[in-house]
């Protein structure tokens, strides 16, 4: 019987380790709670107790758990169509001026016109940073007056595009910014309200820093913390590669200048 005993024990711990997010998932969804088994899987031992006595009502609600949410009601076709119209719109991805006016103040219309062609349309971008990336190649023809003047007269096209290239990408980064910060400070509100409660549930004792909400930040959302922190650092290396393309461009364009002020 021992023997028989002995051997049961791993089966029946690893059986009760495995079902055990499971199941919180399934009592979580009975009390109007939806959670990912993926994440309750990678909540700390503070945090699954906490929830556990929630569920047991032996607790208050952690923060780190969503709001309850009612079973959705059949909505009268009126009722539908009132929701439909106090729905968030999608995010505005095209060029600000297409934007809703509103009362904010207003452009002319020339001016209007000089600040959009400032900016290149979505369709002109990859053909713009492509056409950056081709050199501009006189060779042995460097003593012609004649092939530097077109070579020149290229590069300052290169150079009015890089400028315009340039832009494009800081504004778009820009945009970007000011739509992340809405996810960011979601993320953020949620970290320091998990602190807090560890906090008044004496499972921490320092204060607060913004190191630690950042951590937190990245422990409650490891995927989303990590997929924005590659995004923006590949769009700040971008508008470093498009300062470079002006840069560069510009000093073409000032040593066609001195090698055709010689042949002249």
Known sequence: MRLKKTAAVPAET????EDDAAMLAVKLSEFGVSVPLVKIRAWTPLELEAAREWLRGTGEKPPFLPE??????????????????NEAPAPFRGFPSAQPKGDRPQLSGSMQRIVEMTFLREDELLAAAEK???????GAKRNDYGTVMEALDQAEEHARLA???????????????AELEVSMSAMRTRAQEALQWEKDNGKRSKAITDADVESKMASLHPDEYESIRVERRRL?????????EVENWSSRCRSLQTIASKLR
């Open 14 to 17: 690893t059986h009760t380790f």
């Open 68 to 85: 309850p949410r009612p079973a959705p009601a059949a909505a009268s076709v009126p009722l539908a169509d009132e929701l439909a119209k």
């Open 132 to 138: 950056l990336r081709t050199a501009i190649v006189i």
């Open 163 to 177: 400028h315009r290239f340039m832009c494009t990408v800081k504004e778009s980064r820009d945009r970007f910014e």
């Open 236 to 244: 700040e290396l971008t508008a470093k590669r498009a300062e470079h």
